[in-house]
């Protein structure tokens, strides 16, 4: 089985940092790809940056220029830098992944708990 945790949710005022990291482990061959999503009280879950295997990142509108996603390959670990929060960015952040499991080579897709951000104003 695979699993994945993040940390580093917190409460922070608006215009500030943060960053959540979110760790793999168990029975991996490969891992894909790694993102984070959030969702906020009312809205559905969102995708909002991406990391590939081959490096390849992608960002929602709401949080380019903002967020930068960036992966440690060697022990699947992936991280999520917020700057300039805003209030509307609160929400919950989940981490999630995507591979092969071995030794079956059994394609595998996982969520975290996800851990809350809050931004004040």
């Known amino acids: 089985q695979v699993q994945v945790v993040e940390s580093g949710g917190g409460l922070v005022q608006s215009g500030g940092s943060l960053r959540l990291s979110c760790a793999a482990s168990?029975?991996?061959?490969?891992?894909?790809?790694m993102a984070w999503s959030r969702q906020a009280p009312g809205h559905k879950r969102e995708l909002i940056a991406s990391?590939?295997?081959?490096?390849?990142?992608n960002y929602t509108d709401a949080v380019k220029g903002r967020f930068t996603i960036s992966r440690i390959y060697a022990n699947h670990t992936v991280y999520l830098e917020m700057n300039n929060l805003r209030p509307e960015d609160t929400a919950v952040y989940f981490c999630?992944?995507?591979?092969?499991?071995?030794?079956?080579?059994?394609?595998?897709?996982?969520w975290g708990q996800g851990t809350q951000v809050t931004v004040s104003t």
């Open positions: 999630n992944a995507g591979g092969f499991t071995v030794p079956t080579l059994d394609p595998f897709g996982v």
């Open positions: 168990g029975s991996i061959f490969r891992m894909y790809a």
């Open positions: 990391v590939t295997d081959v490096g390849r990142r």
